[in-house]
């Protein structure tokens, strides 16, 4: 199990198994922000952030535990998520 935080939302665990779903859909993301494409890198963000929410289990907000993964929320702009990419995206793997 993993614990990844989308800011100004909070927490969900998320089993493992679902580690390269997600990892397809960061490289989508990270495609996007390196093609400077904001359409697609909104579409892409909102794509990552609802797999999440659809795959994980939400954890109670007074639950404080180390994230495994941190990642925006859907408003973040393009430009604020690049800086947070690194040569993995948002997710290492």
Same mark, same amino acid.
């Given at each position: 199990?993993?614990?990844?935080?989308?800011?100004?939302?909070?927490?969900?665990?998320?089993?493992?198994?679902?580690?390269?779903?997600?990892?397809?859909?960061? *490289? &989508? %993301?990270?495609? @996007?922000? =390196?093609?400077?494409?904001?359409?697609?890198?909104?579409?892409?963000? *909102? &794509? %990552?952030?609802? @797999?999440? =929410?659809?795959?994980?289990?939400?954890?109670?907000?007074?639950?404080?535990?180390?994230?495994?993964?941190?990642?925006?929320?859907?408003?973040?702009?393009?430009?604020?998520?690049?800086?947070?990419?690194?040569?993995?995206?948002?997710?290492?793997?």
């Amino acid at each position: 199990m993993m614990i990844t935080r989308i800011l100004g939302e909070g927490q969900y665990e998320i089993d493992e198994k679902h580690l390269d779903r997600l990892n397809r859909l960061d *490289s &989508a %993301l990270q495609s @996007a922000a =390196r093609a400077d494409d904001a359409a697609a890198f909104t579409a892409a963000l *909102s &794509a %990552l952030v609802g @797999a999440v =929410r659809t795959l994980g289990t939400r954890l109670p907000d007074e639950m404080i535990t180390v994230s495994d993964l941190v990642l925006p929320d859907e408003d973040t702009s393009l430009s604020q998520v690049r800086d947070l990419l690194t040569d993995e995206g948002l997710i290492p793997g």
